[in-house]
């Protein structure tokens, strides 16, 4: 159980372009889901907290109109990384909370992860 | 800032070795404190949490020994095995907002 999807694994895309990434829970509900970059041999950088039917809470120095997050359901988020460029190339990782864990609510559950790469 | 500092930052251990990586938090909010597992190219997945209120927890060959006053908590390996050559996070987080603050993580490579 508590299995947290990823969609696409990996995306190459323009300078200029939009990439969405979806994060799903794909046997559990999720109120809260987080999404983080990680750029080669460093640690998980939080972006923003995504809570379902409401607007992200972004991390400083993360620019909201740039990485859209939309958690329209209780199973799926979506990043949406808008006019991106190179700089943007990274290692995009969900995390879900899953709902029905009364007690261990610390516990989070990751993604396998998206690659993505602006050429 | 970094709120938790991870140490050292790679080990090198031998099959059957003990592995060793140890943090340092800084908030004394904390009151979650797990240790994630991550392989090249992928996710990090739980590996073992403890919460304050105890000194050590056990799972199978991975034990975490945690020191209150200290602010400090480490993961054992015991037995280690070449699959266990991996990157590993600390994390804290505290009350009900769960936003983890990693460590910077450590690579351990276990040699045959």
């Known amino acids: 159980g508590a299995v947290v999807s990823q969609h696409p694994s990996w995306v190459i895309c323009k300078s200029g372009t939009s990439v969405k990434i979806e994060c799903r829970s794909l046997d559990f509900q999720a109120t809260t889901m987080f999404w983080y970059r990680q750029f080669p041999k460093q640690s998980l950088m939080l972006m923003a907290t995504?809570?379902?039917?409401?607007?992200?809470?972004?991390e400083q120095g993360v620019e909201k109109d740039k990485f859209l997050i939309n958690h329209a359901s209780l199973t799926l988020s979506t990043l949406t990384v808008t006019s991106a460029h190179p700089e943007d190339s990274s290692f995009y990782i969900c995390?879900?909370?899953?709902?029905?864990?009364?007690?261990?609510?610390?516990?989070?559950?990751f993604g396998p992860g998206t690659r993505l790469t602006v050429l | 800032q970094q709120q938790v500092k991870q140490s050292p930052q790679s080990l090198i251990v031998q099959k059957g070795g003990i592995s060793i990586i140890n943090c340092a938090y800084e908030n004394t909010a904390f009151d979650y404190f797990p240790w994630y597992q991550q392989f090249p190219g992928k996710g990090p997945a739980l590996l073992i949490a403890i919460r304050p209120d105890v000194s050590e927890k056990k799972e199978g060959r991975f034990t975490i020994s945690f020191n209150k006053s200290a602010k400090q908590f480490s993961l054992h390996i015991m037995d280690s095995q070449p699959g266990d050559s991996a990157t590993y996070f600390c994390?804290?987080?505290?009350?009900?907002?769960?936003?983890?603050?990693f460590g910077k993580g450590n690579q351990v490579v276990v040699i045959p």
């Open positions: 995390s879900a909370r899953d709902l029905g864990l009364a007690g261990v609510h610390n516990e989070q559950f």
């Open positions: 995504s809570n379902e039917g409401s607007k992200a809470t972004y």
């Open positions: 994390a804290a987080s505290r009350g009900g907002n769960n936003r983890l603050a």
